[in-house]
């Protein structure tokens, strides 16, 4: 079974629609992450979560919003659709820094969505 | 200004062969480095990491280099086998580990 699962995998939508990606993991991660994937940018975070009443914008948070509505539940929300939405979205989790070790994050499989 | 650089988008290399993917960060202030790998309809996987304290880690046929001075690292493997065919992110954090900043992922195939 995934540890981090995403839902849906592959999303239509038209502008101007309310789109909600949803992300939940079964890891006991404290810290949860919203990136989009674009051809030649690589992964920008959109918004973060170190625990469940702590949410952070990240580079590219104009357009989103989040909820943290449990430790293993992070959802990412598209209020008003647009085309240049349309990417590759990753939910990831972490565990809080412990000195000596680095803060590795496991990554769900990804929600493409396609916005017309 | 993309902080993390990967000049090649994409790599070919022959079974048996090293393969040699490269990045370059700008921000000085950058202390761990991590490689993930991706496979196509997955999400990326931690492959390796360095931190600044150190120029070099290993595991198994993967190593990494790190050059603070150039602000350059680069992922060796050896020897490369089919299964490594993907996208390789180079990712980097100024907090140890906190948030990361990632490259925009190099596509190496290794050829049979």
């Known amino acids: 079974d995934a540890d981090v699962t995403q839902t849906p995998r592959n999303r239509i939508t038209k502008t101007g629609k309310r789109i909600m990606l949803e992300c939940s993991q079964t890891k006991g991660h404290d810290r949860m992450y919203w990136y989009r994937q674009d051809p030649g940018l690589g992964l920008r975070l959109i918004y973060y979560s170190f625990d469940v009443k702590d949410i952070n914008k990240g580079e590219i948070s104009d357009g989103y919003s989040v909820s943290r509505q449990a430790q293993a539940k992070f959802s990412l929300s598209l209020e008003s659709a647009i085309p240049n939405q349309t990417a590759l979205y990753f939910c990831?989790?972490?565990?809080?820094?412990?000195?000596?070790?680095?803060?590795?994050?496991?990554f769900g499989p990804g929600t493409r969505l396609t916005v017309l | 200004d993309q902080q993390v650089k990967q000049n090649s988008p994409s790599l070919s290399v022959q079974e048996g062969r090293i393969s040699i993917l490269n990045c370059d960060y700008t921000?000085?202030?950058?202390?761990?480095f991590l490689w993930y790998k991706k496979y196509p309809a997955e999400g990326p996987t931690f492959l390796i990491s360095?931190?600044?304290?150190?120029d070099k880690n290993e595991d198994g046929r993967f190593t990494v280099f790190l050059n603070k001075s150039a602000k350059h690292l680069s992922l060796h493997i050896v020897p490369s086998q089919p299964g490594d065919s993907a996208v390789y992110f180079c990712a980097a954090s100024a907090t140890y580990g906190q948030n990361f900043v990632f490259g925009p992922g190099t596509r190496l195939s290794v050829l049979p």
């Open positions: 921000n000085s202030m950058f202390d761990y």
């Open positions: 360095i931190s600044s304290i150190k």
């Open positions: 990831a989790t972490s565990s809080s820094l412990t000195s000596g070790t680095y803060n590795e994050q496991f």
